[in-house]
């Protein structure tokens, strides 16, 4: 299995709300990452769990949270976004002895509206 | 700020044509990877190139790597309308977790 999924694919959600971002992976990866793509842009990383610890924050703002419960299921929780938080939310893993000499795999990604 | 520049940042070519797109970096870097991305979807990842590597070959890919000009270059020979995406090289610094994406090059191929 060389799938890394999502859910959901599309979410909508008001300024107020609280919502989460489930992904889940069951190929023994042990590096975790979320990133936000904006339209015709790159994706721009957001976190990076490894061995289930937070390894990288780009700063990201608090109303963003990330979770990993255990080695293959990793959780973004949402509270209070803006507009401008409407992107594609991919998330990736990538696995091996050496971390560094391996490609990611990655999810299809969310499909985020703030409304 | 991006690792990675491309160029161009476009392209648009006939089909059974050769597509070139590149990749210049800024820092030094343990590998580099090139993706593709099919519209609004999760990337694919295409090839990884080592450091210590100066070219790879993948299929009708091509992927060179200079680092004294820290920059690569992806040939996608042959090409197909089932080509069109927008592909992406990403750097991976030593330590192995941050990746960092390039700016992307958006190619269409035209049937």
């Known amino acids: 299995d060389t799938e890394v999924t999502q859910t959901p694919k599309h979410l909508v959600m008001g300024m107020t709300n609280k919502k989460s971002l489930k992904c889940e992976q069951h190929?023994?990866?042990?590096?975790m990452y979320w990133y936000k793509q904006k339209a015709k842009k790159p994706p721009e990383l957001m976190f990076v769990?490894?061995?289930?610890?937070?390894?990288i924050n780009e700063s990201v703002p608090s109303r963003f949270s990330p979770e990993c419960p255990n080695s293959s299921l990793l959780n973004l929780h949402l509270h209070a976004l803006q507009p401008e938080d409407s992107a594609l939310y991919l998330c990736?893993?990538?696995?091996?002895?050496?971390?560094?000499?391996?490609?990611?795999?990655f999810g299809p990604g969310t499909r985020l509206t703030v409304t | 700020s991006q690792q990675g520049e491309e160029d161009p940042q476009a392209l648009s070519i006939q089909e059974g044509e050769n597509a070139t797109m590149n990749c210049s970096y800024k820092t030094s870097i343990n590998n580099l990877q090139w993706y593709r991305q099919n519209s609004g979807r999760g990337l694919v990842h295409l090839i990884l190139i080592r450091s210590n590597e100066r070219e790879k070959h993948s299929g009708r890919l091509r992927v060179t790597l200079d680092t004294s000009k820290k920059s690569s270059s992806l040939l996608i020979t042959a090409s197909r309308a089932a080509d069109t995406a927008s592909y992406f090289c990403?750097?991976?610094?030593?330590?192995?977790?941050?990746?960092?994406f390039g700016a992307g090059t958006r190619l269409f191929v035209k049937a």
């Open positions: 990736a893993s990538k696995g091996g002895v050496n971390l560094g000499n391996y490609e990611q795999y």
């Open positions: 769990y490894s061995y289930e610890k937070l390894s």
């Open positions: 990403a750097t991976t610094s030593a330590g192995g977790f941050k990746t960092i």
């Open positions: 190929m023994g990866h042990r590096a």
